[in-house]
């Protein structure tokens, strides 16, 4: 008895391998994937204290600063579209930083197969054959926190595999129209969780697409302002003429509450009822997004 109730629970576990459906891959296929865009961090600014675990300085010694890029994602960033601003030191403490606000110089390119570590640039904050300085009073030591803020455009592409196309739903044939759909997206910050098909009437096909931010940073509509209380993006579908796409009543802009949005694509005109083919539907995201990295150095007093 024993022997049959374990051979009938084996044999229903392996039923329902065989028919549960594979989670919805969230990258891959057409996209390496990933959910990093530019990565900015401190080049070391000094020799680090064993003890502390901080870059130290005397008040008497120099320092360079320099910021290094790295594009972790599939969307290459031209010239001038990184902005980097250093905040919180007073300038004025300070000699031979000309400028506490720069753009990158070069193209940064995209990750790709056959350049998986991504575009790099190194910005620097201090002119070539010079070295920053603290001109500050130092007793004991003083602890410098370095507050970089960094913001570029960015996008993420989207490609929604096999869209069943069905005039009549009630066909079992071909594809099914309301299940979770698969989908390739692009390495980026603002990335795709989910997207399912329904129907919103006869003929009418529609996408519920997820979006998430999936940084630690913020997003907003390139050329507006940064709000705080939520993400902003603008997307394009790859065939406007027939999709209608909304967001919270928005055409072509999406808000991101807790780091999370719903497009709705739905067809402009129905479906002929013998209509019934599977197509791929493209989409993208177009933002610019903002992040803040931080550094400290320490400047001890000198023996003088």
Not at 69 to 91: F, H, M, Q, S, Y
Not at 142 to 162: A, F, H, M, P, S
Not at 226 to 245: G, H, L, M, N, S
Request: net charge neutral.
């Amino acid at each position: 008895m024993k022997r049959f109730l374990m051979g009938v629970i084996l044999m229903s576990v392996f039923l329902l391998a065989c028919t549960t459906k594979p989670t919805t891959p969230a990258g891959g296929g057409a996209f390496i994937g990933g959910t990093q865009g530019l990565v900015a961090s401190f080049e070391p600014l000094s020799v680090k204290d064993p003890e502390t675990g901080l870059y130290t300085i005397y008040d008497t010694e120099d320092f360079s600063l320099d910021i290094a890029l790295k594009n972790k994602g599939e969307e290459p960033i031209p010239v001038g579209k990184a902005t980097l601003r250093l905040l919180g030191p007073l300038p004025t403490l300070f000699q031979n930083i000309p400028a506490w606000q720069l753009l990158n110089k070069q193209v940064i390119d995209k990750i790709s197969e056959f350049n998986p570590d991504g575009g790099e640039e190194v910005v620097s904050f201090t002119p070539a054959g010079a070295r920053a300085k603290y001109t500050g009073p130092v007793t004991g030591f003083t602890d410098i926190t370095w507050n970089l803020e960094y913001w570029y455009d960015y996008k993420t592409q989207l490609i929604v595999n096999d869209v069943c196309f069905k005039g009549d739903i009630t066909q079992k044939k071909v594809c099914e129209v309301k299940e979770a759909k698969t989908f390739s997206v692009s390495g980026a910050p603002i990335t795709i969780s989910k997207v399912e098909e329904d129907v919103a009437g006869k003929g009418i096909m529609l996408l519920k697409i997820v979006l998430k931010d999936a940084g630690t940073g913020q997003s907003a509509i390139p050329g507006q302002a940064f709000d705080t209380r939520f993400d902003q993006v603008r997307y394009i579908v790859d065939e406007p003429a027939k999709w209608e796409c909304k967001s919270g009543g928005r055409e072509n802009e999406a808000r991101l509450t807790d780091g999370v949005a719903t497009i709705n694509c739905r067809l402009k005109l129905p479906l002929a009822e013998s209509d019934l083919y599977m197509k791929q539907v493209r989409l993208t995201l177009e933002y610019t997004y903002k992040e803040l990295v931080q550094e400290k150095l320490r400047i001890k007093e000198s023996v003088k």
